[in-house]
């Protein structure tokens, strides 16, 4: 059993900073991708952010304001958000593509989601 689990989330003014983290547990043989995608009300879910070996990619509407991080040996992903704004408001969740088992397909596995409020 695998679980992604985020925290850091909560309320904050526009131009101020929060960062989220989120542990991947359990029975892990490799990640490969982990990455940050969120939903405002009433939108669908989009990427925010995207880590791989050496490779990160990002929104346009976070570039510069938003940083992604992984420590592999914790299994841990982080996102750094500064200059927050009102549009940043939503459900933020994390994602890892991972496989279990040296011979299992990679599986994508989500997080529960962490609330973000960004206050004008």
């Known amino acids: 059993q695998v679980q992604l689990v985020e925290s850091g989330g909560g309320l904050v003014q526009a131009g101020g900073s929060l960062r989220l983290s989120c542990v991947a547990s359990?029975?892990?043989?490799?990640?490969?991708?982990m990455g940050w995608y969120r939903q405002a009300p009433g939108n669908q879910r989009e990427l925010v952010a995207l880590?791989?070996?050496?490779?990160?990619n990002y929104a346009d509407s976070v570039k510069g304001r938003f940083t992604i991080s992984r420590d592999n040996a914790k299994n841990t992903v982080y996102l750094q958000m500064n200059s927050l704004k009102p549009e940043d408001t939503g459900v933020y969740y994390c994602?890892?593509?991972?496989?279990?088992?040296?011979?299992?397909?990679?599986?994508?596995?989500w997080g529960q989601g962490t609330q973000v409020t960004v206050s004008s």
């Open positions: 880590i791989t070996s050496g490779r990160t």
């Open positions: 359990g029975s892990i043989f490799s990640i490969n991708a």
């Open positions: 994602n890892a593509d991972l496989n279990t088992r040296s011979y299992n397909p990679i599986r994508r596995y």
